[in-house]
């Protein structure tokens, strides 16, 4: 079965520090790849994903992430927290190959941003 | 923009009520989902739909059942509703087709339900 793995549950910084949060999929074929945001009572959100083209995405609110094969890894950074960045972020992974389709979502990663 | 709006944001049921969610998308797409949410757990499929009158089973489906009548309303049941099933569920659509890397999801703001 397909899985996504995402490194910490609650992830803090500083405010202006940088911001790194994990994920890491299981995958044996390219897959597609997204990053989504939810803010307190809100639904999920797009940031950005992944769709074989360039390595490195760039998204929404300064985010960017970086599509790694060797690692299966599409880690999300952003270079300077904000105290609007506090939220939970959810990576996510489409496979493209046969089969039904279903997007395999990550358990989350709480990210607190500290004044 | 496209909008997905859930009628009901907060409810609050009683054990063996049958308990109906309603999902309604504005921009004419394809697919839509059922994912409930709960801390620790991320979201998790419950039913989708590629089409009107169609539906498949997702990764939890016990204790739900859905219902696409028409295009644009995706309406979740809980036919009776349990203390287990006390949890957030989103409601999202996307245009297809299902296979694609552009195909993003949209998601409502989310229905938290209460089974007392």
């Known amino acids: 079965a397909q899985s996504v793995t995402q490194l910490g549950s609650h992830v803090s910084v500083s405010e202006g520090a940088l911001v790194l949060l994990r994920c890491n999929y299981s995958?044996?074929?390219?897959?597609?790849l997204f990053w989504y945001v939810q803010y307190p009572n809100q639904g999920l959100q797009l940031l950005l994903k992944y769709t074989s083209a360039a390595t490195l995405v760039k998204g929404i609110n300064g985010f960017e992430a970086e599509f790694k094969k060797s690692e299966t890894s599409f880690h999300l950074t952003k270079p300077s927290a904000h105290m609007s960045d506090a939220a939970e972020y959810f990576c996510a992974v489409l496979y493209s190959g046969a089969g039904s389709y279903q997007l395999t979502f990550g358990k989350g990663t709480k990210l607190s941003v500290i004044p | 923009d496209v909008k997905v709006t859930q009628s009901s944001r907060y409810l609050v049921k009683r054990t063996g009520e049958k308990v109906f969610l309603e999902c309604v998308q504005d921009?004419?797409?394809?697919?839509m989902f059922w994912y409930r949410q709960d801390p620790g757990l991320g979201l998790r499929l419950i039913y989708f739909s590629y089409d009107v009158k169609m539906k498949e089973k997702g990764d939890i489906p016990e204790g739900y059942s859905v219902s696409r009548e028409k295009k644009e309303r995706f309406s979740l049941i809980l036919e009776s509703a349990s203390t287990n099933q006390t949890s957030m569920y989103l409601c999202?659509?996307?245009?297809?087709?299902?296979?694609?890397?552009?195909?993003?999801?949209?998601f409502g703001a989310g229905s938290r339900l209460t089974v007392l």
């Open positions: 921009m004419d797409h394809e697919n």
């Open positions: 995958s044996s074929v390219p897959p597609y």
């Open positions: 999202a659509s996307s245009l297809g087709p299902s296979n694609s890397g552009a195909n993003v999801l949209t």
